[in-house]
């Protein structure tokens, strides 16, 4: 039901923008300039809390979450990795069912980790540089990070949300370091994608390109079907003001 406070909270905003305008009068342009910057977020929210009293969410998928169980230490030297990454997806899918939160991120593992993964005889940042081709342990830790993705979608896809699943309704964005270990190489840098971001981005599809394309137009193209209204994104060579329009509906 929708939140009988919030209609208090939309009228306290009108009355600060009012008097604002007033004290505008008295600053200089680039005061003037900043205040209405301020101005315009007061506005977008004062909009956000009109619809949520139009039209409240559909909170169906809420539920409180089961306390995990067990301890989360290494066994062995080894991080139980899987554990601990499927009880954070638990809580994350239901805070965003209960849109307790609109945006997150998932790391399996830091960035050149070298932790000791179940079945594998040393580090997964050394078997990357020093494993023999065609690095059969490599490849088996990157298929178990892939199945530890796949218990999240699953699990995003389970939770009905009208006529469709909390899937539906959101982007996840999934990719990795690099490409290649061994060199660190970024070339054909992979991206996965899930999820329709509300009928947004195209689903079903495979992209590789070949003209080389910045990340970065992926990134935009996810930013802006998460509704958010920007221009562009990235910084010096990787900064652009295009998405990917392959994957744009």
């Known amino acids: 039901e929708p939140n009988p406070r919030l209609a208090l909270r939309r009228s306290v905003l009108d009355a600060v923008v009012e008097d604002i305008e ?23 929210l004062e909009q956000r809390i009109a619809r949520l009293e139009q039209d409240p969410p559909d909170l169906a998928g809420c539920v409180r979450p089961t306390a995990p169980d067990g301890d989360f230490g290494e066994i062995d030297g080894r991080p139980q ?3 601990k990454n499927r009880v954070f997806c638990d809580i994350a899918t239901l805070a965003l069912a209960c849109d307790q939160t609109r945006v997150l991120s998932n790391f399996i593992t830091s960035p050149l980790t070298n932790k000791l993964l179940a ?32 218990y999240f979608l699953q699990a995003l896809d389970g939770v009905q949300e009208g006529d469709g699943t909390l899937l539906d309704h959101l982007v996840l964005l999934a990719t ?12 054909e840098f992979p991206i996965l ?6 009928g947004r ?7 590789r ?12 193209s996810v930013i802006r079907a998460s509704g958010a209204n920007v221009g562009s994104y990235g910084d010096a060579e990787g900064r652009v003001e295009d998405g990917l329009g392959v994957i744009e509906i």
């Open 193 to 198: 994608i899930a999820g329709g971001a509300n």
């Open 22 to 44: 007033m004290f505008k009068r008295g600053l200089g342009a680039a005061d003037v300039a900043r205040l209405d910057q301020h101005l315009q977020g007061v506005r977008e």
């Open 176 to 187: 990795s370091d690099i490409s290649y270990g061994r060199t660190h190489s970024l070339d």
């Open 209 to 220: 390109s070949t003209v080389a394309e910045n990340t970065s137009h992926a990134m935009l």
């Open 119 to 150: 079945g594998s005889s040393a580090g997964h940042h050394q078997l990357t540089h020093d494993e023999p081709d065609p690095q059969p342990q490599v490849n088996r830790i990157v298929i178990s990070i892939m199945e530890e993705l796949n």
């Open 201 to 207: 981005l195209k689903t079903d599809l495979h992209y």
């Open 81 to 83: 990795l899987s554990l």
